[in-house]
């Protein structure tokens, strides 16, 4: 599967995963840095949305991901300026 299909279907998955403010902020915050087969990297714009991102989501996208086939199994979180 592409890196830009898991990103997408990863979205989606948290979408009904997430509270309304969790998924608000998981949209306006995070983008996808790198996504191949080992990994996948999230990155954020700033250093308390990433912060944010591996305190409230990260549990939640390795467990999500393991819904979806072929996915990565790796994954982090950078600030990418």
Do not use: F, H, K
Not at 29 to 49: H, K
């Amino acid at each position: 599967m592409q890196g830009s299909t898991v990103w997408r279907e990863l979205q989606l998955l948290l979408s009904l995963n997430l509270p309304d403010t969790a998924y608000y902020l998981w949209q306006a915050t995070a983008t996808c840095y790198v996504c191949d087969a080992q990994r996948l990297v999230i990155g954020a714009p700033t250093e308390q949305s990433a912060r944010q991102l591996v305190l409230a989501y990260l549990p939640v996208v390795r467990r999500t991901l393991e819904a979806i086939p072929d996915a990565p199994r790796s994954v982090s979180v950078v600030v990418a300026r």
